[in-house]
């Protein structure tokens, strides 16, 4: 007889005392974050030692007619805060790390829980020793087309893409294909788990059979993600399925209903609360509403058979996503929709280019990836406001309840989808 799952909330005063706690360790939070901002600008200058995230030529007209070229930068200081800021042009230094004094005296608070700007001098740039910075010459070595190396970086570094490729892959709807995020960690988790199980059964059934082969297994795999989410510094949408899926696990052990608006909701309140800068963060928002379209599809679709699910989950998806995009970006075009086939076709290139890799065959999809970037791309800009993207977003929470809405939602998609491809 199998035993029926129980929800995490039976009563309202259970989640009013999980959203007190959760209210306290926001607070303390805030104040970690508070503290440090005054250190940071106690003084008008602060010196500070960062990463290059970001590096770019722009131009300008001076007031004397000349073209002046510098350099923007984005940078992640080691105290943890983003910010950028502009040089004279130098060598390309990503994942580099410098030492440099930034002036502080007109940073607020709000600047600095998001990302600021900041007039800078550089004092030092230093030769990476870093892992990152190595792992991305590992990757550089493997390809002779720079296109494709930095895709894979993206891929495997959360390296940031060139504004040209950002702009390309945009237009083809697959900027969360290379923008890593949790749907790589998805894939990646699966790709573990399967890996582990074989290994691990024959092991067991010699030496231990007594050890439950899901928490081991579990254990293992959740040990190498959180190596994995430390070394790229901790992505807001990677970090977002790394804690849901602990969460999820958790529940799972204890007979509670995983896929449940509740479970999203514990998470994004857990994950706001010790680190409130994600509140700011444009990939956690994105990453819990994608979750939340597929919750809200297998919620709306329990009854159906698992193939249904599997089949129509992707369009789902893509058409609750697309106001998204589009509101936020606005970039479009005609091979815009088959970004549908290139998620579901993604699931076997990630691990696949994963192994390709470790093997020393990285460039083998090179081609294909070369071919890819020079398809004529009609590009349009589709612009959807943000008043309408509002409106989404309360149609979507009504459909948690009301199956009616859910088919208003739908049409609305539709129309958007229309719209953008007319």
């Not at 007031?63 to 130098?90: A, H, M, N, R």
């Not at 390309?168 to 890996?195: D, K, N």
């Not at 007979?255 to 994004?268: D, H, S, Y």
Request: charged share 15%.
């Amino acid at each position: 007889m199998k035993l029926q799952r129980i929800e995490l909330f039976s009563t309202k005063r259970e989640f009013s005392l999980f959203l007190l706690g959760s209210f306290f360790i926001l607070l303390y939070s805030l104040l970690i974050l508070y503290n440090n901002y005054k250190h940071l600008t106690q003084f008008d200058t602060a010196v500070t030692t960062a990463t290059i995230l970001k590096q770019y030529n722009k131009t300008k007209t001076t007031k004397s007619g000349k073209i002046k070229t510098y350099q923007v930068l984005k940078l992640k200081s080691d105290e943890g805060f983003t910010f950028y800021t502009t040089s004279k042009p130098f060598t390309s230094s990503l994942c580099k790390t410098i030492e440099l004094t930034i002036y502080t005296k007109h940073i607020s608070f709000y600047e600095y829980l998001t990302t600021f700007y900041a007039y800078s001098n550089i004092l030092q740039i230093y030769p990476s020793n870093s892992l990152k910075y190595k792992f991305n010459r590992l990757i550089e070595k493997q390809h002779s087309d720079v296109n494709a190396s930095n895709i894979y970086k993206a891929l495997f570094n959360a390296t940031p893409l060139e504004r040209n490729l950002q702009a390309t892959f945009s237009s083809l709807g697959i900027s969360h294909l290379v923008a890593i995020s949790g749907f790589h960690l998805g894939v990646l988790s699966f790709f573990l788990f399967f890996l582990i199980k074989y290994p691990y059964k024959f092991l067991q059934n010699r030496y231990f059979p007594y050890r439950n082969y899901k928490l081991d297994s579990f254990v293992i795999v959740s040990a190498i993600l959180l190596g994995y989410l430390i070394f790229l510094e901790y992505p807001p949408s990677l970090l977002r399925s790394f804690v849901m899926l602990i969460i999820g696990f958790i529940l799972y052990e204890r007979n509670i209903k995983i896929i449940t608006m509740q479970t999203l909701l514990l998470t994004a309140i857990v994950l706001l609360a010790f680190f409130p800068k994600l509140f700011f963060a444009v990939g956690f928002w994105l990453s819990i509403a994608g979750v939340f379209y597929i919750f809200l599809f297998l919620i709306h679709s329990q009854n159906r058979s698992k193939l249904w699910q599997f089949s129509l989950l992707p369009f789902f998806v893509y058409l609750m996503m697309l106001p998204f995009s589009l509101s936020i970006f606005g970039n479009f075009s005609i091979y815009h929709p088959l970004s549908i086939l290139w998620s579901i076709l993604f699931t076997l290139f990630y691990p696949l280019s994963i192994f390709l890799h470790v093997i020393g065959k990285g460039d083998f999809f090179d081609t294909f990836l070369h071919a890819l970037l020079h398809v004529k791309i009609l590009k349009t800009t589709v612009e959807l406001s943000y008043m309408y993207l509002i409106l989404h977003v309360m149609i979507s929470l009504l459909s948690i309840f009301k199956k009616q809405a859910l088919f208003v939602l739908l049409f609305n998609s539709f129309l958007v989808l229309f719209y953008a491809l007319y």
